[in-house]
């Protein structure tokens, strides 16, 4: 690897693939990767943590949650650039609500623990995602109720934030 142009690798690293993102947004989603490789790789390209999908404005860690990424994978990322869980993608959504989207009983493949795992890494690199608010004016409430998260989670949710119940996106909801 030491006769590898360091230069060339991280613009081989970033160039956008055939369909979404750079090759590090398609490894953190891929169902065999590793924490170590994810690491080496980073090593090779520190920014890559914050490169973005042209498309959708995701980072790496947005495209994990979105894609049901490996529960070890978003914890080291998060440990990797802690900063990145306040980046937010196109429509406003930090990688946080991104992570709710999918954690429901129809398209979450993660255990309670996992799910737990992932949002105490998020809250403690970030608590603030909590009372994020997006483009369209909503929370994190309306995101979990849109797409019917654990309702351990939603319980969860306002017994942190109680508030959040007060709050009505663009719509009056």
């Given at each position: 690897?030491?006769?590898?142009?360091?230069?060339?690798?991280?613009?081989?690293l970033k160039k956008p693939r055939s369909s979404h993102g750079s090759f590090i947004h398609?490894?953190?989603?891929?169902?065999?990767?590793?924490?170590?490789?994810?690491?080496?790789?980073?090593?090779?390209?520190?920014?890559?943590?914050?490169?973005?999908?042209?498309?959708?404005?995701?980072?790496?860690?947005?495209?994990?949650?979105?894609?049901?990424?490996?529960?070890?994978?978003?914890?080291?990322?998060?440990?990797?650039?802690?900063?990145?869980?306040?980046?937010?993608?196109?429509?406003?959504?930090?990688?946080?609500?991104?992570?709710?989207?999918?954690?429901?009983?129809?398209?979450?493949?993660?255990?309670?623990?996992?799910?737990?795992?992932?949002?105490?890494?998020?809250?403690?690199?970030?608590?603030?995602?909590?009372?994020?608010?997006?483009?369209?004016?909503?929370?994190?409430?309306?995101?979990?109720?849109?797409?019917?998260?654990?309702?351990?989670?939603?319980?969860?949710?306002?017994?942190?934030?109680?508030?959040?119940?007060?709050?009505?996106?663009?719509?009056?909801?």
């Amino acid at each position: 690897m030491s006769q590898v142009s360091k230069t060339w690798l991280r613009k081989l690293l970033k160039k956008p693939r055939s369909s979404h993102g750079s090759f590090i947004h398609h490894y953190v989603t891929h169902p065999s990767s590793q924490l170590a490789t994810l690491n080496f790789l980073i090593h090779l390209a520190p920014k890559s943590t914050r490169w973005r999908d042209l498309n959708t404005g995701e980072i790496p860690l947005h495209t994990a949650c979105n894609n049901n990424g490996a529960p070890t994978i978003i914890d080291g990322l998060i440990t990797i650039d802690k900063k990145s869980v306040l980046c937010v993608d196109k429509n406003g959504y930090p990688p946080l609500f991104t992570l709710m989207k999918h954690c429901n009983p129809i398209s979450s493949n993660c255990t309670k623990g996992e799910i737990e795992m992932m949002l105490n890494a998020m809250l403690t690199a970030a608590s603030s995602t909590l009372t994020h608010i997006t483009n369209d004016g909503s929370t994190i409430l309306h995101v979990m109720i849109l797409y019917s998260s654990f309702d351990w989670l939603v319980e969860r949710t306002l017994n942190e934030c109680p508030g959040l119940c007060k709050n009505c996106d663009r719509n009056g909801q």
